[in-house]
């Protein structure tokens, strides 16, 4: 058959074999053996490492299983503090770390040279690779103690740095041209920094004083004295501003992704058409990359719920069910990493806790999975609109 | 144009733009924050730090480095920490003074400072040294201790004879010493070669004293050793896998099903996977494992507790889905007329993935692969669950049969900072090496992305010019 469709296309055909010797001989039967045994021991492995993936899942399913036959008031009153806790640090990261991120992804996507973005972009992507560990021993004998003595300071700062920021913008308006012009919006990225931590120490100096003037005490004193507020040395706070530290670059990186991926035609149409910036960003560019936004988001949230060497080391890890953001927590994961060690196995704490694991795990496998498939239609529909 | 604009749409518009920069610049602060206190409190330590001999309102002479200065818990009065050491003698290693009680204070050249085991810090004066009954004072006396020390200590015999700062005398033995400076008669030069002298023992000795001192050489000879273990198992493993999913599947819905699944298994938490690990490897392959050739061990367990061999495993499956995605970006970005060539010229589907296809890929293989040793090595919480100890007694790696020891637990340089920083009987002491654990883990992980990261930025130009 296949001879017969040669010979049709190229009538000359049978002729090469005299003239000159075939370019491609048929493989022997050795080395097609050689290939089939190859092929079957890649098919082989290659399916093998799925089922070890996939065995993940059934093991932490097959575990839980006895507690469905034993499930108690007693484990829902073991679980429930653990799971506030887990949202509890969760929500704390996000909320600190999400503006930062976002705000940090605009701008390098629509305000950067590209020369400028080259460069940023993988040092804050870098931020991600500093492990857990350092940052949690950060968190929990550097900064909690330093927060507990100065809590004034720390509130004052969180509120005034991005007032800072927009005071600088103020200021660069008033400047003279030449400065401006030495001073470029599109870097202000870097040379904020020297801004930022000016006035920073401004608020450090000045944030104790104000706080004896109308306080007569420190904070954290006044806050148990009028109100009746305790304050854990490693709380929510902590966890949060650490936890946050180690989202924002995995937010970060892929909220710009989605932003810098936006088709440029569509922000230059709504610019041209006499759209400013912000006009650009809110009607075009932000309900253009929102599902990317949003898959961010999810990934950052997927992985503040599953750290755990930052929650364990930066918070009191007593299980308490409390709202309040100076007390401690303890999550999921600091649980696991604290009581599986000592737990017998087929001991009804290792079940619980193997529960918990598998809670964690389908939890971020969803919100992956989620995040990953808003990311491919919205690649789809950039490609569609002629982009990147 | 923008300029303009923004003038005339004056104030509101322009603001958010410098909200959003104040985000990048805080970003940056942060970290390069956090990147300085490492280094400057991690390299600090081993600066031979100035002593400051005190003498207080009551007429008390003290001698001790300061560290840090506090206001007193009432009044506006500040205290200063001072380390003093001499636990033996008074008790504790630091002592907080209060500014005004110091009278006089002077950084006199002849004050020493020993470290030696047991008893930690000496801070005092030498009076002489005593050496097969002749007693040697002054700088002939300086010359012989670095000599002798230069032995290891068994072999050193002699003795030193001190006097505290509050002119108690004492004898130490040099067998007990390990280092013997008087840091305010160094020169510049002098202070830096001790600095490396510092830096280097803590990457080439064990721990001591509680972790308070040494260095961490157990811990990083661990992590290497899981690390490369790891990569050996992770490999070929991630490779075959990626392989198979790109060049063997049929492309359909389920492989794009998978591939989704194997990159979201990346932001499945570690954690997990140590459960996994304790669950299937420790208590389940261990187990039977032990039944079946250890039996006479038992129940003291072999390969039924946490070790090496589960540990590198379980980072191994950790780190898959990196290796895979990495492999599987490399092997997408290969044109597929490669493919169609070679098979055209006559290859089998084999020769072609291993003279055509792979040999173009490995860059993009060896970024993987960086990439997963990166992550491994700032891991922790897995380590917990199977197999890292806080002070491994033997090394998995010695001179008896049969010399690798998988089965036995390890140090690694995460735990260790973990532990030394939250486990220990006198963290303040521990604190500064633990900042240069931190140190030594964070350069580590940063050296080993910034690899990746240039060797996948070089491909990426390479493959974009040709």
Same mark, same amino acid.
């Given at each position: 058959m296949a001879d017969a469709s040669l010979a049709y296309r190229y009538p000359l055909a049978p002729f090469y074999d005299v003239v000159m010797t075939p370019p491609s001989p048929a493989p022997s039967s050795l080395r097609t053996l050689k290939d089939r045994i190859a092929t079957g021991l890649i098919t082989a492995a290659g399916i093998g490492v799925l089922l070890a993936i996939l065995a993940i899942g059934v093991f932490l399913v097959w575990e839980t299983l006895p507690l469905l036959t034993h499930f108690d008031t007693l484990s829902l009153e073991k679980l429930s503090p653990l799971a506030w806790g887990t949202l509890k640090a969760a929500i704390a990261a996000l909320v600190l770390a999400v503006p930062v991120a976002l705000g940090a992804a605009i701008f390098s996507a629509l305000f950067m040279t590209d020369r400028l973005r080259a460069r940023i972009k993988p040092s804050l992507e870098l931020m991600e690779a500093v492990p857990g560990v350092v940052i949690g021993f950060v968190a929990g004998l550097v900064l909690a103690p330093w927060v507990e003595r100065h809590l004034a300071s720390t509130l004052a700062l969180l509120l005034w740095l991005p007032l800072s920021a927009g005071l600088a913008g103020i200021l660069w308006h008033l400047a003279p041209k030449a400065l401006r012009r030495a001073l470029s919006l599109e870097s202000a990225g870097l040379w904020l920094l020297p801004w930022i931590a000016a006035t920073a120490a401004l608020v450090l100096w000045a944030a104790p004083i104000l706080e004896q003037q109308w306080l007569g005490s420190d904070l954290a004193t006044f806050l148990d004295r009028r109100f009746g507020i305790d304050y854990t040395t490693r709380n929510t706070l902590i966890v949060g501003l650490a936890m946050g530290f180690a989202i924002i670059p995995s937010v970060y990186s892929l909220a710009e992704d989605a932003l810098y991926d936006i088709p440029k035609p569509l922000m230059e149409g709504a610019q041209a058409l006499g759209a400013s910036r912000w006009q650009a960003l809110w009607k075009v560019a932000l309900p253009m990359a929102g599902p990317g936004i949003f898959s961010a988001v999810m990934i950052g949230a997927g992985r503040a719920v599953g750290e755990t060497m930052i929650v364990l080391m930066a918070s009191s890890n007593a299980a308490l069910m409390s709202a309040s953001p100076f007390e401690g927590l303890r999550s999921f994961s600091a649980a696991i990493a604290i009581e599986l060690p000592e737990a017998p196995p087929d001991s009804q704490t290792y079940h619980l806790l193997i529960l918990a694991a598998l809670v964690l795990f389908l939890f971020t496998f969803l919100v992956n999975t989620l995040a990953e498939v808003v990311r491919q239609r919205l690649r789809r529909r950039y490609q569609r609109l002629g982009g990147a | 144009m923008s300029r303009t604009s923004h003038r005339r749409r004056w104030p509101g518009d322009a603001l958010w733009a410098w909200l959003c920069a104040g985000c990048v610049a805080l970003s940056l602060f942060m970290l390069a924050t956090l990147l300085t206190l490492l280094t400057v409190k991690g390299l600090g330590h081993f600066w031979p730090a100035t002593l400051e001999e005190l003498t207080l309102r009551s007429g008390e002479q003290m001698i001790g480095q300061p560290l840090r200065e506090a206001p007193m818990p009432t009044g506006s009065a500040t205290e200063r920490l001072y380390f003093t050491g001499n636990r033996e003698l008074t008790g504790a290693d630091w002592r907080w003074v209060g500014v005004d009680e110091i009278v006089s204070a002077a950084t006199p050249a002849d004050v020493i400072r020993l470290e030696r085991s047991p008893w930690g810090d000496f801070i005092g004066r030498l009076i002489a040294l005593e050496l097969d009954g002749e007693r040697l004072t002054g700088d002939s006396a300086f010359d012989r201790i670095s000599q002798l020390l230069a032995l290891p200590p068994s072999e050193r015999s002699g003795e030193l004879v001190l006097l505290s700062p509050s002119g108690r005398g004492l004898v130490q033995p040099l067998s007990g010493v390990n280092t013997f400076v008087a840091p305010n008669?160094?020169?510049?030069?002098?202070?830096?070669?001790?600095?490396?002298?510092?830096?280097?023992?803590?990457?080439?000795?064990?721990?001591?004293?509680?972790? &308070?001192?040494?260095?961490?050489?157990?811990?990083?000879?661990?992590?290497?050793?899981?690390?490369?273990?790891?990569?050996?198992?992770?490999?070929?493993?991630?490779?075959?896998?990626?392989?198979?999913?790109?060049?063997?599947?049929?492309?359909?819905?389920?492989?794009?099903?998978?591939?989704?699944?194997?990159?979201?298994?990346?932001?499945?938490? /570690?954690?997990?996977?140590?459960?996994?690990?304790?669950?299937?490897?420790?208590?389940?392959?261990?187990?039977?494992?032990?039944?079946?050739?250890?039996?006479?061990?038992?129940?003291?367990?072999?390969?039924?507790?946490?070790?090496?061999?589960?540990? /590198?495993? &379980?980072?191994?499956?950790?780190? @898959?889905?990196?290796?895979?995605?990495?492999?599987?970006?490399? @092997?997408?970005?290969?044109?597929?007329?490669?493919?169609?060539?070679?098979?055209?010229?006559?290859?089998?589907?084999?020769?072609?993935?291993?003279?055509?296809?792979?040999?173009?890929?490995?860059?993009?293989?060896? &970024?993987?692969?960086?990439?997963?040793?990166?992550?491994?090595?700032?891991?922790?919480?897995?380590?917990?669950?199977?197999?890292?100890?806080? @002070?491994?007694?033997?090394?998995?790696?010695?001179?008896?049969?049969?010399?690798?020891?998988?089965?036995?637990?390890?140090?690694?340089?995460?735990?260790?900072?973990?532990?030394?920083?939250?486990?220990?009987?006198?963290?303040?002491?521990?604190?500064?090496?633990?900042?240069?654990?931190?140190?030594?883990?964070?350069?580590?992980?940063?050296?080993?992305?910034?690899?990746?990261?240039?060797?996948?930025?070089?491909?990426?130009?390479?493959?974009?010019?040709?």
């Open positions: - | 008669a160094l020169s510049i030069g002098e202070k830096t070669a001790i600095w490396g002298q510092g830096v280097w023992r803590f990457l080439s000795e064990g721990p001591r004293a509680a972790n &308070t001192g040494g260095g961490v050489w157990p811990a990083i000879f661990g992590t290497l050793l899981m690390v490369i273990l790891m990569s050996v198992i992770v490999t070929p493993f991630g490779v075959l896998a990626a392989v198979y999913l790109n060049e063997i599947a049929h492309q359909n819905r389920l492989t794009r099903l998978v591939r989704i699944g194997v990159r979201n298994l990346a932001g499945v938490p /570690s954690i997990v996977y140590g459960v996994f690990g304790l669950g299937v490897f420790v208590y389940g392959v261990g187990g039977s494992l032990d039944q079946w050739f250890f039996d006479d061990a038992l129940p003291s367990p072999t390969f039924g507790t946490g070790g090496l061999l589960w540990a /590198s495993l &379980t980072l191994a499956l950790l780190t @898959l889905p990196v290796v895979i995605v990495a492999t599987e970006e490399g @092997l997408a970005r290969i044109p597929d007329a490669q493919r169609e060539g070679a098979v055209a010229l006559g290859a089998t589907r084999l020769e072609m993935l291993t003279r055509i296809v792979l040999p173009m890929a490995t860059p993009a293989m060896l &970024t993987g692969v960086i990439l997963a040793v990166a992550r491994a090595a700032g891991e922790v919480a897995p380590l917990m669950l199977v197999g890292v100890a806080k @002070l491994a007694p033997q090394m998995p790696l010695d001179a008896e049969f049969p010399y690798l020891h998988l089965e036995r637990k390890f140090m690694h340089l995460g735990y260790h900072l973990f532990d030394s920083a939250f486990h220990g009987d006198d963290v303040e002491a521990a604190i500064p090496l633990v900042y240069a654990t931190a140190l030594l883990l964070v350069l580590i992980v940063l050296v080993l992305n910034l690899t990746a990261i240039f060797l996948r930025h070089y491909l990426r130009r390479q493959r974009g010019e040709s």
